[in-house]
Every structure is written in C-alpha cells, then in structure tokens.
C-alpha cells in the first residue's frame, strides 16, 4: 500500500509568557507529519524557529517537498540524504520512527536504546524577565531539582543572584541564548561560579564564540546553537564542554543518536533539550535521554495545554512515551 503523507498546523497557548533574549511567545506553533500505511500512523512533531530562519509554512513546503519519495518507500536512512537538518526532517523523522513501531510491533525504545527507558529529572525553565520577576518564577518551583534560568539581557549577574536565593536547593543551569559579549561574559561566569551554577548554555552568538577557546572555564560550557549535527562537533572542539542536543537541530532522532553517540566518543558532555512544544515532539527525545548528563524537557509543563495522552510529568520526573502517544 502506498504511503500517504499529512501535514498539519497547529498552535498550543503558552501558560502566560515564555521570553528569551529574542523575543516573547505566548503560544508554540508546531507542524505535525502525519505517515499512513496499511491501516496505521505514524505522526512526528516540530517546532519551526525563526532563529534559523524557519517559519511553519515554510516547514510545510520542505515537507510536502518529499511526498512523493515517502509515497515510494524513503526511509529513515535515506531520509539524511534527502532532507537538510532542521525543523521539517524531525517531523518526517520521528513520523517515520512511529510508523515502523506501528507497523512492526516493536517499540522504538528497543532499536532506539541499549537498555528499557527510565524515567527521567528534567529542568524547568525560568523565563526571562526582571530579577524580582525572575525570583518570583523560582520560588514557586523551588521544590524542583533543576531549574534553568534564561538570560541574555543587561544585569543578568543580578537575575542569578536572585535565582540562587529564591531556590537555593536546585541546581542551576543558565542560558544566555547568544546573549553575552566579549565585555561581559567573564564577569557574568565568574558570578555564575560563585552561585554554583552547573552549568551555562550558549553564552556568545554562534559563529563568534571563539572566544571561549582562551578564557577559563569556572562553570562548564554547552553548545546549542553552535551545535546541530555531528558534522559540527570538529568545529567546536576546546570551545565547549558540553552539547545541547534538539531534535529540531539535528532534523530528528536518528541523526541525533549519531550526534549523541559521537560527541561522547569525543569527550562531550551531552544535555537533550527542546523548543516549546508538545509531548509529541518530546516523545522520541526522552529516548535519546536516557544516559544523557542533563535532561531539559518540560516544554509540555510550559503549555496551557498538552495533546491526548500527553508525557507522565511527577513533579519534575519525565517517563517514557506511551504507546498511545508515540514510538
């Protein structure tokens, strides 16, 4: 039976406002992909990010590009190839991972992990805003483990000083999102250090991070936006410590075990992240998790509401999809 291709755009109230260094949201967009094959579906999805220059129509077209090689058989593998990384290879991806558990029986956990999937800690996210604001958010998950703190503004050394002591028994990480500069970013690391931070995600712009190579590292560094796939990881290589992994970056599961398993063999450490999404696009990163130094997958936790049979969240302990949802 020949494959059929759906794609669909929907949109996802943001509880209140979720604000970073580029801008406010009140609501995350996605596109979901929609795979049918001899009476089942697979479904993936994506959050397209302006960041990288994407947008939910244009996401649509790089889809609807490869109808009709999915219509003829175009598998995962085949699927590099075919698709740059991105927001619109995850969708078909993670689509395309469903559909084979579906049409096989056997759940994507077992070729996507050496052992059965644990639930896991996720961060939660502070939003940016004033530090009163920003205390305020922090206090009332004080109770969680991991907080992630965004930052990227004027007086950031201010928001981690009142972070720290508006939950003083979680660990911290802090993310600038580009937001730091050459004049300020060894001030904002040394008070990073002095607040025990574990640690700071993408502080200088990509692309003008090569700073980091001769300056010491109080708190260790992670990647994300300096990072996509594993063809990155040469580049970045005595500059970071870490990497951030996204499905939306690496254009899916399969390339991001690839990334995963190859920036460990270089020494790496690895967070799996996320955009603001559903449950759906954090199904098959749970699984890429497993094993991972640190967990950021509580974009479900950020929304007004979450799809059917949506992630089990215990306070900030994330389990593995069911099969109603995903994989």
Not at 76 to 104: H, Y
Request: with cysteine.
């Amino acid at each position: 039976m020949t494959r059929a291709l759906t794609t669909e755009i929907e949109s996802f109230p943001i509880a209140g406002v979720f604000t970073i260094s580029r801008g406010s949201r009140t609501e995350a967009r996605v596109v979901t992909c929609i795979l049918s094959e001899n009476g089942v579906s697979g479904h993936g999805e994506c959050v397209p990010y302006a960041r990288y220059d994407e947008t939910v129509e244009s996401v649509v077209e790089e889809i609807e590009a490869v109808r009709q090689d999915l219509a003829n058989g175009l598998d995962r593998i085949g699927l590099l190839d075919r698709m740059a990384p991105g927001a619109a290879r995850n969708a078909v991806d993670c689509a395309l991972w469903d559909l084979e558990a579906k049409l096989s029986g056997r759940r994507a956990s077992i070729t996507a992990c050496t052992v059965p999937p644990r639930p896991l800690p996720t961060a939660y996210t502070i939003s940016l805003a004033a530090p009163d604001e920003m205390a305020a958010q922090a206090r009332a998950h004080a109770s969680r483990p991991l907080l992630k703190v965004k930052l990227g503004s004027d007086n950031d050394a201010a928001r981690i000083h009142a972070v720290a002591g508006a939950a003083p028994e979680s660990r911290l990480i802090v993310d600038a999102n580009e937001g730091w500069t050459a004049e300020n970013i060894r001030e904002n690391m040394l008070v990073a250090a002095e607040f025990h931070v574990a640690l700071i995600e993408q502080p200088l712009p990509a692309g003008k991070d090569g700073l980091l190579r001769d300056i010491p590292h109080p708190v260790p560094i992670c990647a994300d936006e300096s990072v996509h796939t594993a063809d990155n990881l040469n580049d970045i290589a005595g500059l970071y410590d870490f990497v951030n992994i996204k499905l939306d970056k690496t254009g899916g599961l399969t390339a991001a075990l690839e990334l995963r398993d190859k920036a460990r063999d270089m020494g790496f450490g690895v967070m799996v992240g996320c955009m603001v999404g559903t449950s759906l696009a954090m199904a098959p990163a749970v699984l890429l998790a497993q094993g991972a130094d640190f967990v950021d997958l509580d974009g479900p936790l950020l929304l007004a509401r979450d799809r059917a049979h949506g992630l089990s969240y215990s306070g900030s302990l994330v389990s593995p999809p069911s099969p109603h949802l995903w994989g």
